[in-house]
């Protein structure tokens, strides 16, 4: 995938990058994440983001507040897994 720095990105966008990454050709590590295994990643994240805030470095924040969000999203993504495999053959 390539992407242009000061290109305006949507949902479905996210949404595709996510799909791209879990998939056949995508990322390991990103097939490969739980839950479990990235609430350390989480953590230190916001801590770095934090830490931005205290310097009062924006560049760093909103880098590290983008980290973070990645981070929060393959929390959402297993979530958002596990509630459409419990559902299967329902009405969503």
Known sequence: ???????????????DIM???????????D????????KRNLI???YEAVEAIDRDDSESFKEEL????????EVLWQKAK???ESKKGENL
């Not at 490969?32 to 990235?38: M, P, R």
């Open 66 to 73: 983008g980290d973070l969000l990645l981070h929060e999203k």
């Open 44 to 46: 230190e994240e916001a």
């Open 31 to 38: 097939k490969e994440q739980t839950s479990k295994s990235i």
């Open 82 to 84: 596990k509630i459409l």
């Open 19 to 29: 799909a791209h990454l879990r998939g056949p050709n995508g990322c390991m590590w």
């Open 1 to 15: 995938m390539k992407f242009k720095k000061d290109k305006k990105y949507t949902f479905k966008d996210l949404l």
